[in-house]
């Protein structure tokens, strides 16, 4: 218990990086026990989360232009998306923000989507597709293009310019693009093309994901009305009254004293009386 409420705070205190890496190892789990074939040892996808080659089915399921870019085909596929993620969303936040980053990761899988469905259209390629790749090279991309003199370490290499890393990914693809896994290449190539596109229209001060800002409901300009609370109504006495009214006692005990209390007239006994309540 004590790992899942460590795993969930640190959930909760993670940037939108780490909770997509957080997102893309639970579906991995998840898919270990709904579509992992441990027979032949591989992933069966159904063409309603992966996504197929075959327009016809994205037509049926259009989700799926999102959705298989959270499925992966192996745990060293998925080790290796969500590293590189890690590694390299440190460097967008160097230069861009959250709206940004997440405008540029699923640009990046929406648009390699598409042109893996006009990849199949065009060759009549029927296949699936899954994976983060187009997504993490959007990002990659994207850093390298606007800032491609930054300078990064590599183990057992050293310091090396990051737009010297871009072109030897990109080099790689092209010269896969003709391999069994030619739709994970073309996905990589699309995505690096929203990453290489978001930077340049950055560098000329278009910033695309401005599109996703929602115009905020003007507060209303209101004066806050107090209802006063009902106050008690306390019945006071005036000191002059206090001391008419003690005069007209005295003068009435002066003269029980002197004539005694017959010689009192009605009223002055109604008061007496009265007031001795």
Excluded: C
């Excluded at 990849?119 to 959007?138: C, K, T």
């Excluded at 005069?247 to 009223?267: F, V, W």
């Amino acid at each position: 218990m004590n790992i899942i409420n460590e795993i969930r705070q640190q959930y909760k205190l993670g940037d939108v990086p780490q909770k997509l890496i957080f997102i893309n190892i639970l579906v991995f789990l998840l898919s270990i026990v709904f579509f992992f074939k441990f027979r032949f040892g591989i992933f069966d996808y159904p063409t309603w989360l992966a996504l197929s080659s075959d327009y016809k089915e994205a037509i049926w399921f259009p989700w799926t232009l999102l959705t298989y870019s959270f499925l992966h085909s192996s745990p060293f596929h998925l080790l290796f998306n969500l590293i590189f993620l890690y590694f390299i969303s440190s460097l967008f936040y160097t230069y861009f923000n959250t709206r940004q980053f997440l405008t540029v990761y699923f640009f990046g899988s929406v648009f390699a989507g598409f042109v893996y469905l006009l990849y199949g259209y065009l060759f009549n390629h029927v296949s699936l597709i899954v994976g983060a790749s187009g997504s993490v090279m959007a990002i990659f991309i994207a850093v390298a293009a606007y800032a491609p003199n930054m300078t990064i370490k590599l183990p057992f290499i050293g310091f090396v310019k990051i737009w010297h890393i871009a072109v030897f990914y990109i080099f790689v693809d092209l010269l896969y693009l003709l391999s069994d896994n030619t739709g994970g290449h073309v996905a990589h190539l699309s995505g690096s093309l929203v990453g290489f596109a978001f930077a340049m229209l950055m560098k000329r001060g278009i910033d695309i994901s401005a599109i996703f800002i929602f115009k905020k409901k003007k507060n209303t300009t209101f004066k806050k009305v107090y209802k006063n609370k009902p106050e008690k109504k306390y019945q006071s006495v005036r000191v002059a009254d206090v001391n008419f009214t003690q005069r007209q006692i005295d003068e009435i005990l002066e003269k029980i004293s002197k004539s005694g209390y017959d010689s009192l007239t009605k009223e002055e006994k109604e008061f007496l009386f009265k007031e001795n309540k």
